[in-house]
Structures are given as structure tokens and as C-alpha cells.
């Protein structure tokens, strides 16, 4: 099972970019890199999710190197509401051991 | 129309006692995950069901927890005497789709259990 390593907290400001990187250097071929945020008091909701290169959406953009050993979650713009933790998966959905959450990045941001 | 809708949303058991949690999730959704996440920690993965059937229940800590979803749809976690280290957010996910690409999972609000 790929295994990841995130920053355990970061600190921003609002208005500021911020950028969440994860490592997974035992990644396997058929597995999807896939970002997740988490509220006090509510259930991980998605983000984004990508294989190669860059994905971009409303919410973020993910940036994966060509050896696909990191990932880089990018939150443009930051507010307060942002505040969350974030939370890297890699792996594909249903396989055996499934998606392992692990620990998160605790972001918060400041006014 | 919602989302994935848990029940209860909280629950306090004695020490001993057996609960369930309930899990509603989308219409239509093939996978039903369930987590369970201790304070402070990420969620852990308990057990996966593809449809009716239970295909992976590695992350199920003991013979006290099971799991069913006999119609496909809604499912239900239950845990026979409860012990303290039970208590934790149980977090029920559902996704649209069971393949090689990830469906994104949709999570309910889950049920906080509180074992005294």
C-alpha cells in the first residue's frame, strides 16, 4: 500500500496561495492521487484528484511531477473558511486496504 | 436529495452495551465505505461493500464489529460490547461507481459514539 507523508500543520494568511505537498514514493502504476478536506464536525469532502501532470478545478490545482512521487495541492487566494485539514490518498478505490487517510495537514488561516 | 445521510448522529453507550449505526447513502451508489476516526486522527478504514457484498473487511479491529448492507443500499455498523477504545466518529462513504478510476467518495457527517 502506497504510504504518504504531508506537513502535520501550516499556517497562512488570507488572500495568500497556499501549497500542501504530499510524498508517496512507493506510488504503483494504476494508482490516482486524490486530495480530500475535512471541517470540524463533518465528513472529508472532496477536492480534486489526478495521475499525471495538472489537474485544475473551481476549488484547487494539483501538480504532479512525471516520476509521480509528490504531489502538490495548490489553494489560490485563501480565506478564513478555508481552515480545514486536508488529507492525501493515493491508491485506487475498492482495491485491497482501500484508501488510507493518515494523519492530514492542518491549515490554518489567519486574517 | 441529498447526501449520505448517518444516524444517530451522536450516541453514548455504557460499556458493555451493543450499538448499530445506520448509513443512507446516495441513490444509485455502488460503494459504501466505513471509517472510523479517533480524535485528533485521520479516518481509518473499517470495511467495503460493493452493492450487497462485503468484499473487504480488513480494517474491522476485532470480531465485536460488523457490518451489512443486505439490499444494497442502506447499511449498518454494528458493534457488540462496546468498550471504551470503541469510542470515535464513525464515518459512513458512498460513491457512484466501483472501477479503476477513483469516484470521488461523498461522506456523511457520521455518528460520534461515546463509550463510558
Known amino acids: 500500500l502506497a504510504k504518504t507523508t504531508q506537513p502535520i500543520s501550516m499556517d497562512s494568511y488570507e488572500g495568500q496561495e497556499v501549497n500542501i505537498t504530499c510524498s508517496h514514493n512507493?506510488?504503483?502504476?494504476?494508482?490516482?492521487i486524490t486530495w480530500y478536506q475535512q471541517f470540524p464536525s463533518q465528513g472529508p469532502r472532496f477536492i480534486i484528484q489526478g495521475y499525471k501532470t495538472k489537474v485544475t478545478n473551481e476549488v484547487a490545482s494539483l501538480f504532479i511531477p512525471a516520476d509521480r512521487k509528490s504531489s502538490t495541492l495548490s489553494l489560490p487566494r485563501v480565506s478564513l473558511s478555508d481552515t480545514a485539514v486536508y488529507y492525501c490518498?493515493?491508491?485506487?478505490?475498492?482495491?485491497?486496504?482501500?484508501?488510507?487517510f493518515g494523519k492530514g495537514t492542518k491549515l490554518s488561516v489567519k486574517p | 436529495g441529498a447526501g449520505v445521510s448517518q444516524s444517530p448522529r451522536y450516541k453514548v453507550a455504557k460499556r458493555g452495551q451493543d450499538v448499530a449505526l445506520r448509513c443512507d447513502p446516495i441513490?444509485?451508489?455502488?460503494?459504501l465505505f466505513w471509517y472510523q476516526q479517533a480524535l485528533g486522527q485521520g479516518p481509518e478504514f473499517l470495511t467495503y461493500f460493493q452493492n450487497e457484498a462485503q468484499l473487504d473487511k480488513s480494517g474491522l479491529p476485532s470480531d465485536r464489529f460488523f457490518a451489512e448492507r443486505p439490499e444494497g443500499s442502506v447499511s449498518t455498523l454494528k458493534i457488540q460490547r462496546t468498550q471504551q477504545e470503541d469510542s470515535a466518529v464513525y464515518l459512513c462513504?458512498?460513491?457512484?461507481?466501483?472501477?479503476?478510476?477513483?469516484?470521488?467518495?461523498?461522506f456523511g457527517n457520521g455518528t460520534r459514539l461515546t463509550v463510558t
Open positions: 512507493n506510488i504503483a502504476t494504476n494508482d490516482y
Open positions: 462513504a458512498s460513491s457512484l461507481v466501483s472501477s479503476r478510476v477513483n469516484s470521488p467518495l461523498h
Open positions: 490518498l493515493v491508491g485506487v478505490q475498492g482495491s485491497q486496504g482501500n484508501l488510507i
Open positions: 441513490s444509485g451508489h455502488v460503494s
